[in-house]
T-cell receptor, first 117, second 113 residues
């Protein structure tokens, strides 16, 4: 089974620029998550989709971050404008069921490492 | 919000030694998960625990779901160099519309050959 695909792997931008990340989950996984992992920390949820609907975006900084999953498959996360503190690894994960717990958790992609200078 | 306290922050051990790390929470979870993250990669699931008191093994790894549902520990026996990495605990409460993982800050493991 193919894993969660993310691109790009690395991105360096200047502050106030915009950036977009792409994620293609495991085929058939209805739930998709975007996590932000700051250096030295554990991942923190930004947004959760169930098919193409948003389930939880309570921790998404909506003044600058946006995400969509138009056809219920792949997803994009955008930051506009970027700040220095947005430097982090952005991880996408997917799970088969809505909660993900009963089947052993989520499958994560390799992430996109963003550096804002 | 919910927070997980994971300890120790880092460990330097000799190959062949056993390792123990734990995670505590101020609130209860339905599920505890342990992940390992290698540099440049996403977290990979090691063990999932679904029931209070549950003790589960995966090769040299053993994890337990605390009976209070507020803690979990992970043991690694007879460590080898490829065990190097960052280990994260994560708690999950599922039900309704929520299902996001709450992660600890990680335990960085270094193994000296």
């Amino acid at each position: 089974e193919a894993g969660v695909a993310q691109s790009p792997r690395y991105k360096i931008i200047e502050k106030r620029q915009s950036v977009a990340f792409w994620c293609n989950p495991i085929s058939g996984h209805a739930t998709l998550y975007w996590y932000q992992q700051i250096l030295g920390q554990g991942p923190k949820l930004l947004i959760q989709f169930q098919n193409n609907g948003v389930v939880d975006d309570s921790q998404l900084p909506k003044d600058r971050f946006s995400a969509e999953r138009l056809k219920g498959v792949d997803s994009t996360l955008k930051i506009q404008p970027a700040k220095l503190e947005d430097s982090a690894v952005y991880l996408c994960a997917s799970s088969l069921r809505r909660t993900g717990g009963a089947i052993g958790g989520y499958t994560f992609g390799s992430g996109t490492r963003l550096t804002v200078v | 919000g919910q927070q997980l306290n994971q300890s120790p922050q880092s460990m330097f051990i000799q190959e062949g030694e056993d390792v123990s790390m734990n995670c505590t929470s101020s609130s209860i979870f339905n599920t505890w998960l342990w992940y390992k993250q290698d540099p440049g990669e996403g977290p990979v699931l090691l063990i999932a625990l679904y029931k209070a008191g549950e003790l589960t093994s995966n090769g040299r790894l053993t994890a337990q779901f605390g009976i209070t549902r507020k803690d979990s520990f992970l043991n690694i026996s007879a460590s080898i160099p490829s065990d190097v990495g960052i280990y994260f605990c994560a708690g999950l409460n599922y039900g309704g519309s929520q299902g996001n993982l709450i992660f600890g800050k990680g335990t960085k493991l270094s193994v000296k050959p």
